[in-house]
């Protein structure tokens, strides 16, 4: 990942947007300790995935737009309310959630008021696609997400322009009470690994041993693949 701080130069930024030109994201630097907002992402598994990425902040169209045009997200999976599936549906949108439309209406009548373009039924749409989203950023929130962050990448990109920038970034993580690990981004390319990003933070004073054992043990607690010798074969 790519931490943008508001120290950052305009080369700086200029050197990290160019490295995510091709997937289409803008990264901004906000005024403020650590602040970073994105653009044009709004889907919700690309809200997950940039906010593991240190994302903090925002701007996408897509849950009101969708919600004008009847695309609708629930939990179980997106609903789009013009379908004929669900002319006769008396279930609510999502039984999970506790917005406006999911509490007093029916997917039938949600469908009726799309199809015969009643305002009321844009409305209603969007209360319900920010309503899940809100709850959606708070489970995040309170889900205490593992930030990963590669400190040679972040050098070689001109994200932090030295390592002093890097001594700062986690300080201010260990501080604030930031949860985050230590990986490798590309090692091939960087001709680092693991056991260097470690030492590089060591020396430059970043983080004391038993800081570096606790990132460590944060990685290993938030991963999904069982450490070896408790894998289940086949």
């Known amino acids: 990942m790519i931490v943008m701080t508001p120290e950052a130069t305009e080369a700086n930024i200029a050197a990290v947007l160019k490295r995510l030109e091709t997937s289409g994201v803008h990264v901004l630097v906000l005024p403020g300790e650590l602040t970073t907002a994105i ?17 903090d902040m925002f701007d996408c169209v897509l849950p009101t737009r969708n919600a004008r045009n009847g695309w609708l997200f629930t939990r179980r999976g997106d609903v789009k309310i013009r379908n004929a599936r669900y002319r006769d549906d008396t279930r609510p949108l999502d039984e999970s959630c506790a917005c406006y439309a999911c509490r007093h209406f029916s997917l039938a009548y949600l469908h009726h008021l799309q199809r015969t ?10 209360l319900h696609n920010l309503y899940y989203y809100q709850t959606l ?17 972040n050098l070689l990109t001109k ?9 700062d970034v986690f300080r201010t993580f260990v501080d604030r009470g930031v949860c985050f690990t230590i990986a490798t981004d590309g090692p091939e390319m960087m001709r680092t690994h693991l056991r260097s990003e470690l030492a590089l933070l060591h020396r430059i004073g970043a983080l004391d041993e038993d800081e570096l054992a606790e990132a460590n043990r944060q990685g290993h607690d938030a991963s999904f693949i069982a450490p070896v010798g408790q894998r289940v074969a086949g």
């Open 39 to 55: 653009g044009a992402i709004g889907d919700p598994e690309g809200v997950i995935e940039v906010i593991a990425r240190g994302i």
């Open 117 to 126: 373009n009643e305002i009321l039924g844009a409305r209603l749409n969007t």
């Open 137 to 153: 950023m708070r489970e995040l929130r309170e889900s205490e997400v593992v930030l990963e962050i590669c400190p040679t990448s």
């Open 159 to 167: 994200a932090l322009p030295h390592e002093e920038a890097v001594r």
